[in-house]
């Protein structure tokens, strides 16, 4: 074994003798660390156990709502101390949109887009922040705010064009263009739907809506020729209806509130999807495209 060299060993005595002479002082900093280490962790473990504690307090509120049945009374406030009491946790973040959401389904629009607004500026980073903007648009809507709820819609489809929510703010915006005499813009929104969801509920009402504009528009249908190959009699979603368009669609709010109630329980389709091969409404976890500039 190769011996030190009289440099190593000098080395050595002098570390030596540093830790003699500052000996109480690295006591003092290894104590610090360990004191520092020891909060770390018990920080990380109550953490971990609030997490635990507001799934759990959530889950029980969820427990008791059928979306078959009225939402019970106070489900929105349940739901906002849950959120309130175990703020920071994900749980927490959940309970505070299925509060708006509660809100919104209870026919509170005012209180439902004041929530919304809220969760927006607590929560800039949520996964549900598609949701979110997509219920303040339907607020708007409900409280009949048709230009603030149109520009919001707008917003939303072109900021989340692959959430959940994408459909059915289309199928709202195409809606609100009827009203706004804009029926080519609402005719190219219903188009998209129908191609996008052959075969689903939201497809079909497109489907049936463009049907009422090409009887009101005829030349809607020439300036929307499909491309060569594509009979659009061959899906039955765009063929006239005997379904009365005002039965299906008798309240603005009617798909909103549907998808506030898929918010609520998390097991419902997500729009567009069709009975069969339904998924969970999932919240977004993609990057949203920047706002579009005007």
């Given amino acids: 074994m190769e011996a030190e060299s009289p440099q190593q060993s000098s080395v050595f005595i002098n570390l030596l003798g540093w830790l003699e002479v500052n000996k109480r002082k690295v006591a003092i ?46 489900l929105a406030d349940s739901y906002f101390k849950v959120a309130k009491d175990y703020s920071g946790t994900k749980a927490g973040e959940r309970a505070a949109i299925m509060g708006a959401s509660a809100l919104f389904v209870e026919g509170n629009y005012a209180g439902a887009q004041q929530r919304f607004e809220q969760f927006v500026k607590e929560y800039p980073e949520s996964p549900w922040l598609a949701q979110a903007h997509f219920g303040i648009a339907a607020a708007l809507d409900a409280q009949k705010k048709p230009a603030e709820a149109a520009a919001k819609y707008e917003e939303v489809r072109k900021r989340y064009p692959s959430d959940a929510v994408a459909d059915e703010t289309k199928l709202a915006l195409g809606r609100l263009y009827e009203q706004q005499n804009k029926p080519e813009d609402a005719y190219k929104l219903y188009d998209e ?97 920047p706002p579009a500039k005007p």
Wanted: glycine letters at 10%.
């Fill in 193 to 289: 739907l129908v191609k996008a969801n052959q075969f689903s509920g939201i497809g079909s009402e497109a489907g049936i809506r463009m049907a009422d504009l090409e009887e009101k528009y005829p030349q809607l249908v020439k300036t929307n020729t499909p491309p060569p190959g594509v009979n659009p009699m061959m899906n039955p979603t765009i063929t006239r209806s005997n379904v009365n368009l005002q039965m299906i669609t008798n309240k603005t709010t009617t798909g909103a509130t549907n998808l506030m109630k898929r918010v609520l329980t998390n097991t419902g389709p997500v729009p567009g999807s069709g009975a069969s091969g339904a998924t969970p409404l999932k919240p977004n976890t993609t990057t949203p495209a």
């Fill in 29 to 74: 900093g290894a104590g610090i660390a360990l004191v520092a280490g020891l909060v770390i962790a018990y920080v990380a473990y109550d953490q971990s156990q609030k997490e635990v504690r507001a799934s759990q307090a959530l889950s029980e509120i969820r427990a008791s709502y059928n979306p078959m049945q009225p939402a019970p009374p106070g």
